[in-house]
C-alpha cells in the first residue's frame, strides 16, 4: 500500500482500511476475540483481537490529542510524555488500558 502524499489520499486511505477492518472485524467470533494467535508487537509475543482494538484505539485518542494541542496554537510531546517514538511501552500502555511505563 502506498503512502498517502496528501490530504484526500489519507482520508481516502483511512475510509478504505477503516472498512476494511470493520468487514474483517465483523467475521470474527465473540468468544475468539480474547484468544491470542495474532503475532504481538514485540518478537515472540501474541496478542488477541481485543488487544488489537485497544492498539487502534489508543493511538487513534493519542493523534487526536496531538491534533487538539496543535489546534491550540501549542505544539504536542510526540509521541507522549515520558516516551520515545521507538518504545514499544506506548503500545503495550494503550493494550493493557494504562498509558504509563511499568
Given amino acids: 500500500m502506498a503512502v498517502p502524499t496528501n490530504?484526500?489520499?489519507l482520508i481516502e486511505a483511512i475510509q478504505k482500511?477503516?472498512?476494511?477492518?470493520?468487514?474483517?472485524l465483523e467475521t470474527i467470533p465473540p468468544e475468539l476475540t480474547e484468544k491470542k494467535e495474532m503475532e504481538g508487537h514485540v518478537k515472540?509475543?501474541?496478542m488477541s483481537v481485543c488487544n488489537l482494538?485497544?492498539?487502534l484505539v489508543g493511538w487513534g485518542n493519542l493523534v487526536l490529542k496531538w491534533h487538539s494541542v496543535f489546534s491550540g496554537g501549542k505544539m504536542?510531546?510526540?509521541?507522549?510524555t515520558g516516551f520515545k517514538m521507538d518504545e514499544i511501552?506506548?503500545?503495550?500502555?494503550f493494550v493493557s488500558?494504562?498509558?504509563?511505563?511499568?
Fill in 7 to 9: 490530504k484526500t489520499e
Fill in 17 to 24: 482500511n477503516y472498512t476494511k477492518l470493520i468487514e474483517d
Fill in 44 to 46: 515472540g509475543t501474541q
Fill in 53 to 55: 482494538m485497544a492498539y
Fill in 76 to 80: 504536542p510531546n510526540l509521541p507522549e
Fill in 89 to 93: 511501552m506506548l503500545a503495550h500502555g
Fill in 97 to 102: 488500558g494504562k498509558n504509563q511505563k511499568d
